[in-house]
């Protein structure tokens, strides 16, 4: 079957993590054919990501195989057990234990519960009839907090797991250091096991487990975390094929004082040297802000607020999502091995780059340019737009567009669709690999009422609109789209050695030695000769990549 496992750490991650599975759920198809009917042939298999279960009613269930890691308090309002348990409005501890005081005399502390969303209050009348699945696009989302306040999805009740150490916001007690996060890993796993409880129950019910798919935050405690639960899952499967996506974006990386940013470059060099080593691809994505978008000219049509993790994290879901759609397909699918394979040939590349484009600019007079400023690529990896650099490999999709779609472009010459398409991938810079991969498919990128509303000028099936005063025009001046044409580009190129050089530059000159919240307690602190190996291996890195 072809099974990915995928393992999520951190809010941010968590975040991306949301939107990915929303909009794999929305590509489901519900509808029961007649009974003179065949049904319609899915063209993802989804299986690959989901998987069967049964309530202890026996009521079966399709949950998506995932981990998903947070501290205290970062799960909001979701409740793990509503797929698998039945809500008791008793006291469990009475039920079981006879207790020897009277309960008048005794006093309670209670965490205060997390208030529901508005879209998550909808959804939950639309299961008891009192509103509809079309009033969805009606509901606010302005008041979005946290990720499951936009979550649609049951998951099963081992997919979620929290470390009890560490409240979410906590300024007291922050989660903000590399070491922390090793430190927690082992504390959580001899409070929980969770890494034989949970994740090889996802594991081992796999008939042929593909690979990993890993989204880390990685500029603070969780890249620790991811480093040392890796470090773990390494031992019981060294040849698995895992794509480690590490995250970032500004609220992680807020530092005001000159020691907390170099508490947050050395988080982030530890990180990427554990985390590329223990990856057969370590892809770092940094949130788009808003002089990357001020860049390119085709941010007409999605106005994002770069400062909002839902926006932000809905962008780099779209590319998370469309990278690994090859490996989804239920014809003509590739497996994460050879995708990785022909990206890392030279078996000493293990860092990759990630690019997006949402929505991919379709529509206009002319197709638009794959390379220079007007791409609709953006790096959220490499942090250096040069087109000059050498390309080593690519995996690109085009996503969402049929060829007989491109027609048009092809009146007036002698050229097939089909051509068209071909000469506009064949624009992008060849790799040195025989290798690169270029796929066009139908599969559209879903986009669910739990999206944000940011698209702009654009027709409901996400194509550049000509018509000012559309009907799918929303009273803010958003356009309602039920999909979007998508490009993604995952690659391994010699963009990789700014962002190495930039990293190697930032801790040169950091003694560890003033910055004493690294050593940590027991196995989980940083010793100066780790940190040394480190840095050492950001250079290493940087020869590979300057070649």
Same mark, same amino acid.
């Given at each position: 079957?072809?099974?990915? *496992?995928?393992?999520?750490?951190?809010?941010?991650? +968590?975040?991306?993590? !949301?939107?990915?599975? =929303?909009?794999?759920?929305?590509?489901? =198809?519900?509808?029961?054919?007649?009974?003179?009917?065949?049904? $319609?042939?899915?063209?993802?298999?989804?299986?690959?990501?989901?998987?069967?279960?049964?309530? %202890?009613?026996?009521?079966?269930?399709?949950?998506?195989?995932?981990?998903?890691?947070?501290?205290?308090?970062?799960?909001?309002?979701?409740?793990?057990?509503?797929?698998?348990?039945?809500?008791?409005?008793?006291?469990?501890?009475?039920?079981?234990?006879?207790?020897?005081?009277?309960? $008048?005399?005794?006093?309670?502390?209670?965490?205060?519960?997390?208030?529901?969303?508005?879209?998550?209050?909808?959804?939950?009348?639309?299961?008891?009839?009192?509103?509809?699945?079309?009033?969805?696009?009606?509901?606010?989302?302005?008041?979005?907090?946290?990720?499951?306040?936009?979550?649609? *999805?049951?998951?099963?009740?081992?997919?979620?797991?929290?470390?009890?150490?560490?409240?979410?916001?906590?300024?007291?007690?922050?989660?903000?250091?590399?070491?922390?996060? /090793?430190?927690?890993?082992?504390?959580?796993?001899?409070?929980?096991?969770?890494?034989?409880?949970?994740?090889? &129950?996802?594991?081992?019910?796999?008939?042929?487990?593909?690979?990993?798919?890993?989204?880390?935050?990685?500029?603070?405690?969780?890249?620790?975390?991811?480093?040392?639960?890796?470090?773990?899952?390494?031992?019981?499967?060294?040849?698995?094929?895992?794509? !480690?996506?590490?995250?970032?974006?500004?609220?992680?990386?807020?530092?005001? !004082?000159?020691?907390?940013?170099?508490?947050?470059?050395?988080?982030?060099?530890?990180?990427?040297?554990?985390?590329?080593?223990?990856?057969?691809?370590?892809?770092? *994505?940094?949130?788009?802000?808003?002089?990357?978008?001020?860049?390119?000219?085709?941010?007409? +049509?999605?106005?994002?607020?770069?400062?909002?993790?839902?926006? !932000? $994290?809905?962008?780099?879901?779209?590319?998370?999502?469309?990278? &690994?759609?090859?490996?989804?397909?239920?014809?003509?699918? %590739?497996?994460?091995?050879?995708?990785?394979?022909?990206?890392?040939?030279?078996?000493?590349?293990?860092?990759?780059? &990630? $690019?997006?484009?949402?929505?991919?600019?379709?529509?206009?007079?002319?197709?638009?340019?794959?390379?220079?400023?007007?791409?609709?690529?953006?790096?959220?990896? #490499?942090?250096?737009?040069?087109?000059?650099?050498?390309?080593?490999?690519?995996?690109?999709?085009?996503?969402?567009?049929?060829?007989?779609?491109?027609?048009?472009?092809?009146?007036?010459?002698?050229?097939?669709? /089909?051509?068209?398409?071909?000469?506009?991938?064949?624009?992008?810079? %060849?790799?040195?690999?025989?290798?690169?991969?270029?796929?066009?498919?139908? *599969?559209?990128?879903? %986009?669910?009422?739990?999206?944000?509303?940011?698209?702009?000028?654009?027709?409901?099936?996400?194509?550049?609109?000509?018509?000012?005063?559309?009907? +799918?025009? /929303?009273?803010?001046?958003?356009?309602?789209?039920?999909?979007?044409?998508?490009?993604?580009?995952?690659?391994?190129?010699?963009?990789?050695?700014?962002?190495?050089?930039?990293?190697? +530059? #930032?801790?040169?000159?950091?003694?560890?030695? &003033?910055?004493?919240?690294?050593?940590?307690?027991?196995?989980?602190?940083?010793?100066?000769?780790?940190?040394?190996?480190?840095?050492?291996?950001?250079?290493?890195?940087?020869?590979?990549?300057?070649?």
């Amino acid at each position: 079957m072809h099974e990915i *496992v995928t393992l999520q750490f951190g809010h941010y991650a +968590n975040f991306v993590g !949301t939107h990915h599975w =929303n909009t794999q759920e929305s590509t489901f =198809n519900y509808e029961q054919p007649g009974e003179d009917e065949e049904p $319609s042939p899915e063209l993802i298999n989804h299986d690959c990501m989901y998987r069967v279960g049964k309530t %202890i009613r026996g009521i079966e269930t399709y949950t998506p195989r995932v981990l998903i890691y947070d501290l205290k308090g970062g799960f909001g309002s979701i409740n793990k057990h509503k797929l698998y348990e039945a809500e008791s409005g008793h006291d469990n501890y009475q039920e079981q234990y006879e207790l020897q005081w009277d309960p $008048s005399k005794m006093e309670t502390f209670q965490e205060e519960e997390y208030s529901k969303s508005a879209y998550q209050t909808h959804l939950e009348n639309e299961e008891i009839g009192i509103t509809t699945e079309a009033e969805e696009d009606d509901v606010e989302m302005n008041g979005i907090k946290t990720w499951s306040d936009f979550n649609r *999805v049951y998951f099963h009740p081992k997919s979620m797991l929290t470390i009890s150490g560490y409240l979410m916001g906590s300024d007291f007690m922050p989660f903000d250091v590399f070491s922390y996060g /090793r430190t927690a890993f082992l504390e959580t796993e001899k409070e929980l096991d969770s890494y034989d409880d949970n994740f090889r &129950l996802f594991a081992e019910e796999c008939d042929q487990l593909q690979g990993i798919q890993v989204l880390a935050d990685v500029l603070n405690g969780w890249g620790g975390f991811a480093s040392s639960y890796l470090e773990r899952l390494r031992e019981d499967f060294p040849k698995s094929t895992v794509i !480690t996506y590490g995250l970032g974006d500004d609220e992680m990386g807020k530092r005001e !004082t000159m020691k907390d940013k170099q508490v947050l470059a050395v988080n982030e060099t530890l990180a990427m040297t554990h985390l590329s080593k223990l990856s057969s691809l370590y892809v770092p *994505v940094q949130a788009p802000n808003q002089s990357m978008l001020a860049l390119k000219g085709w941010s007409k +049509n999605i106005r994002m607020d770069p400062s909002n993790r839902y926006h !932000t $994290s809905a962008f780099i879901s779209a590319g998370v999502d469309s990278a &690994l759609l090859p490996c989804r397909l239920r014809y003509n699918s %590739i497996l994460m091995a050879d995708m990785v394979g022909s990206l890392n040939w030279r078996n000493i590349t293990t860092i990759g780059t &990630l $690019s997006v484009g949402l929505p991919f600019p379709f529509g206009a007079s002319g197709l638009p340019q794959l390379v220079g400023k007007e791409s609709p690529l953006l790096d959220l990896s #490499s942090r250096k737009e040069d087109f000059d650099d050498q390309v080593f490999s690519q995996s690109v999709v085009l996503r969402g567009l049929e060829t007989d779609q491109f027609a048009r472009y092809a009146t007036g010459t002698r050229k097939t669709p /089909r051509e068209i398409v071909d000469e506009l991938l064949s624009t992008l810079p %060849i790799g040195k690999s025989l290798g690169d991969t270029k796929i066009r498919t139908p *599969v559209k990128y879903p %986009i669910p009422t739990s999206y944000p509303r940011f698209f702009h000028g654009l027709t409901p099936e996400g194509y550049q609109s000509q018509n000012p005063s559309p009907p +799918n025009l /929303r009273p803010d001046g958003t356009s309602k789209v039920h999909s979007v044409p998508t490009i993604t580009r995952l690659a391994v190129s010699s963009t990789t050695r700014w962002h190495l050089e930039s990293l190697s +530059n #930032s801790v040169k000159k950091i003694d560890l030695r &003033l910055l004493p919240q690294f050593d940590g307690d027991g196995q989980g602190g940083v010793n100066r000769e780790e940190f040394e190996e480190a840095r050492e291996s950001l250079l290493d890195m940087y020869d590979v990549y300057n070649e």
